[in-house]
């Protein structure tokens, strides 16, 4: 399987940058690499190149959607790109597309309805620690240990009682537990049967 070498691409209009930048900075907080443009491009270097390859080395593609509507890079490059790695990757890789709304933004845009399609996150404010979590949580995924349920492992028991037709179960565990009977409790016993 292929190792990503970025855990969430950051597709955002540039208008939203300052809001972005702060997640991604939380994000590095929790031990997530996020792939965000300003640290990845450079000078003379080719956009397009570099989009497509951080989408493809990503794990996660997080589209996030602010009130500035949404800018040409996210709209005419980034957005197909996401999609295309889903389409591609999501059955061998795992690869996972989450929406992000922006404080300000209520709902996914009837424009981009097959956004719809995944559970989205909304930031109600630029430091919605709840809805951090939720990202982080998404970017994170359900990894394949996380999914079974754990097995319980008892001890084998250096006591291993096995019934004597001749003893009553009183009789039988105070001879395993080398407790001298109590006849009073053996005689109730006998009486209530």
């Given at each position: 399987?292929?190792q990503?070498?970025?855990?969430?691409f950051?597709?955002?209009?540039s208008?939203?940058?300052?809001?972005v930048?702060a997640?991604?900075?939380?994000?590095k907080?929790?031990?997530?690499?996020?792939?965000l443009?300003?640290?990845?491009?450079?000078?003379g270097?080719?956009?397009?190149?570099?989009v497509?390859?951080?989408?493809?080395q990503?794990?996660?593609?997080?589209f996030?959607?602010g009130?500035?509507?949404?800018?040409?890079f996210q709209?005419?490059?980034?957005?197909?790109g996401i999609?295309?790695?889903f389409?591609k990757k999501?059955?061998?890789?795992?690869?996972?597309?989450?929406?992000?709304l922006?404080?300000?933004v209520?709902?996914i845009?009837?424009?981009?309805?097959y956004?719809?399609?995944w559970a989205?996150?909304?930031?109600t404010s630029s430091?919605?620690?709840?809805?951090?979590?939720?990202?982080?949580?998404?970017?994170?995924?359900r990894?394949p240990?996380a999914?079974e349920?754990?097995?319980?492992?008892?001890?084998?028991?250096?006591?291993?009682?096995?019934?004597?037709?001749t003893?009553?179960a009183?009789?039988?565990?105070n001879?395993?537990?080398n407790?001298?009977?109590?006849t009073?409790?053996?005689?109730?016993?006998?009486h209530?049967?």
């Amino acid at each position: 399987m292929h190792q990503s070498q970025f855990d969430v691409f950051l597709a955002h209009n540039s208008l939203d940058k300052p809001e972005v930048r702060a997640i991604a900075e939380e994000l590095k907080q929790h031990n997530l690499k996020p792939w965000l443009d300003e640290d990845q491009i450079f000078a003379g270097d080719n956009i397009h190149k570099l989009v497509f390859q951080g989408i493809s080395q990503s794990k996660v593609g997080a589209f996030f959607i602010g009130q500035n509507g949404l800018g040409t890079f996210q709209e005419n490059l980034e957005l197909g790109g996401i999609i295309q790695c889903f389409l591609k990757k999501h059955e061998q890789q795992g690869f996972r597309v989450i929406p992000v709304l922006l404080p300000g933004v209520s709902d996914i845009p009837d424009s981009l309805y097959y956004l719809s399609q995944w559970a989205w996150i909304k930031f109600t404010s630029s430091n919605d620690q709840a809805a951090l979590r939720k990202l982080i949580r998404g970017i994170r995924g359900r990894e394949p240990e996380a999914q079974e349920q754990p097995v319980i492992q008892i001890p084998d028991s250096p006591f291993i009682i096995q019934p004597q037709p001749t003893q009553n179960a009183l009789e039988l565990l105070n001879s395993h537990l080398n407790v001298q009977p109590n006849t009073s409790a053996i005689e109730a016993v006998k009486h209530l049967r």
